[in-house]
């Protein structure tokens, strides 16, 4: 019998904390699929945007958004605490606030951001380390069905919306996974096993 030592199992090295960023064109149901991913898991963070738009009835500072005002917008802007913004329709603007993020990932828990195009690709340059994962409809023809039925918006708005839908899915190259949203229940199954969030 050798005197030799045993050699020591390896380290479990646990998995560092992921951001996880959610795209796709309008009408896809990301809004849907995030509120699914959130019954499975209460304790999901998903970040709340900060905007220059007042409260509408029934939302909750902190909870639906994080209300500020221009000058409060323009501070956190200038001093990186963004990790992405827009404004919105040349009126008011809205943003991904980089300290609740980092907090998380920080603690060593996932973090998940549903924004659009512009703002995934301004969180590639700002944390390379982020996942980008782009939802995808099942067809063209089911995203046009489902704007259309969700009758939110007049004719002329919805064919803005679609025009701009196209632009969106030609970037869907640039993102590290796609996801079809044939059905809620699969497409959330597939995202929650690319945050590492199955039981």
Same mark, same amino acid.
């Given at each position: 019998?050798?005197?030799?030592?045993?050699?020591?199992?390896? !380290? &479990?090295?646990? %998995? /560092?904390?992921?951001?996880? *960023?959610?795209?796709?064109?309008?009408?896809?149901?990301?809004?849907?699929?995030?509120?699914?991913?959130?019954?499975?898991?209460?304790?999901?963070?998903?970040?709340?945007? !900060? &905007?220059?738009? %007042? /409260?509408?009835?029934?939302? *909750?500072?902190?909870?639906?958004?994080?209300?500020v005002s221009e000058a409060d917008f323009d501070d956190l802007v200038s001093t990186g605490q963004m990790l992405e913004w827009a404004q919105v329709h040349g009126r008011f603007r809205y943003g991904t606030p980089r300290g609740p993020v980092e907090d998380q990932l920080g603690a060593g828990r996932p973090a998940l951001l549903e924004i659009d195009l512009a703002g995934a690709r301004q969180v590639r340059v700002a944390m390379p380390q982020a996942q980008l994962v782009f939802l995808l409809p099942p067809s063209w023809e089911e995203l046009v069905s489902r704007l259309t039925r969700r009758s939110t918006e007049d004719r002329r708005e919805?064919?803005?919306?679609?025009?701009?839908?196209?632009?969106?899915?030609?970037?869907?190259?640039?993102?590290?996974?796609?996801?079809?949203?044939?059905?809620?229940?699969?497409?959330?199954?597939?995202?929650?096993?690319?945050?590492?969030?199955?039981?």
């Open positions: 019998m050798s005197d030799a030592a045993a050699p020591a199992p390896a !380290a &479990t090295v646990p %998995r /560092p904390a992921r951001l996880t *960023v959610l795209a796709g064109p309008t009408a896809v149901g990301k809004g849907t699929v995030v509120a699914e991913l959130r019954r499975r898991h209460p304790d999901l963070f998903v970040s709340v945007s !900060a &905007t220059t738009r %007042r /409260p509408r009835p029934g939302e *909750v500072d902190g909870v639906h958004y994080y209300f919805q064919e803005r919306r679609l025009v701009t839908a196209r632009v969106e899915m030609e970037a869907a190259g640039e993102f590290d996974y796609t996801v079809v949203n044939d059905t809620v229940s699969r497409a959330t199954s597939e995202l929650e096993a690319l945050m590492g969030l199955e039981e």
